[in-house]
């Protein structure tokens, strides 16, 4: 009789995931062309396309275990695994690395195996058809070319909710895609909390003596181009690895740790927005291709969740970039490429930077004001889910708890409920997560900060990579060894705390606002 070794169990799955993912990067490939590069209208043609593939790529995957491999290794998960997991099997031990690959498969294929290739298929194509739908409404602000789209997107990803299945809120199904383990029960309770400091603080700091702000001015694009370069060459991203486009709503795509592709946008009057997104999806970029690309296609070479993705973008964005001892060795540079643009002194920039001001546009937000956008649009769309509102009560809904928590309203629907992509998509259950990497984020910094004692005074003097490979080494190469609860635990000795969020942004603000 001859009995199969687990390695060689390993190295088959691992071809065949391999197989899978590669096939699944076509898919990217063309998502990031229709972003970037396709002409308006090849919209019907893509979507198509994508449908198409979207199939293929969901019927390979449930063929990883044809012959019943994938369920055969889950048995050989070692016993505390087994427990967690809710398998019950006597086995041979795994090693770590290969109990994660079977574990977060099988968890994978679990909730595949559950979405008829049909469904797949058409929530693909819609997704296509309803981004480029999104867009137009957008531009022209009209939200009633974009409802019947949504409402549809809606039905579908209540349906997607079902067929998964769920205890509590049909919303669960969907988070957990994006954040795993995680409930909208539990949620709803972190945003309480969160908003019931971030109103009265936002408050204060209205009342408070106002920094004095810059003045906008011209800035040619091309040197802007180039300045985004400098910047994330210094945070340490490989451009031989990855380049950086133009998109309208800036993101990162990823098909390989060695191609990994970042997008900004560019205000000719403001380069403050273009640093800010290329900061932001650069640390999303570094994450990716910090991951082991010898284990690409497995597990080990995935994210552990989007709000550990997201804190990483929100850490660079904000605890790097929106700091003063990186400006302490930047400004001067920017004053050097842009004379006469840049005179007032360092100071008065810093606290500029930093401005607190309610606005419409969630990524013009800054760091206090930010979750409470965030925020509304989780309850928005949990009540969509849930059936407690419709798509066409969304623009006065959304006007509403702008006023109540921001205490601004929207003149339009672009600048109100159009001017997110996130629904047109189907990335229902998404929004969280930013809020979620934002509260890591925090976390992971305070961490940073105490473990590399020195590490503002490096930041001052252009230092980026020794904060890139504390976080390379902390969380881009483990994959998802383990959860976000796991690893925040891992690097911080405690799960996830608010707290830290909140004693950040009183330090900060409390100094700029006095």
Known sequence: MTVKKPRNEIKKLTERLREVTYLGTAIAVLQWDQEVTMPKKGADARAHTISLLAGLVHNKFLEIDHDGLLSGLKKKLDP???????????????????????????????RERKLPETFVKEMAELASKSQSVWAEAREENNFAKFAPYLERMVEKKREEAKL????????????????????ASEVERIFTDLKAFLVPFLARIKKAR???????????????????????????????AGRIDVSAHPFTTSFHPHDVRITTRYNPKNILESIFPTMHEGGHAL???????????????????????ESQSRLWENMVGKSLPFWKHWYPKLQKEFPGVFTAPLAHFYASVNTVKPTL????????????????????????????????DLPKLWSDRYKEYLGITPKSDK?????DVHWSTGYIGYFPTYTLGNLYSAQFWNTAKREIPDLEKKIAKGDLQTLREWLRTQIHGHGKSYTAEELAQRITGEKLNPDHF????KEKYEKIYK
Request: no cysteine.
């Open 415 to 419: 600048e109100g409920v159009l001017q």
């Open 361 to 392: 546009i969630r990524v013009e937000a800054d760091e206090v004001t930010y979750n409470l956008h965030i925020i509304i649009r989780f309850e928005l769309e949990k009540a969509l889910l849930e059936g407690t509102i419709e798509v066409k």
């Open 164 to 183: 998964i299945g769920f205890e509590g809120s049909p919303y669960d199904a969907l988070l957990d895609s994006y954040e795993p383990g995680m409930t």
């Open 210 to 240: 106002q920094p004095q702000q810059m003045k906008s001015a011209q800035v040619p694009i091309e040197k802007q181009v180039g300045l985004s370069k400098k910047i994330a060459t210094a945070m340490g991203y490989d451009f031989d």
């Open 287 to 309: 994450y990716e291709q910090g991951l082991p690309h010898e284990h690409f296609g497995t597990p080990l070479a995935d994210a552990t969740s989007l709000g550990i993705h």
């Open 80 to 110: 505390s695994t087994r427990a967690k997991h809710g398998t019950g099997h006597s086995a041979r031990k795994l090693s770590p690395a290969e109990a994660t690959i079977v574990r977060e498969t099988w968890r994978s294929f679990s």
């Open 502 to 505: 909140s004693n950040y942004l």
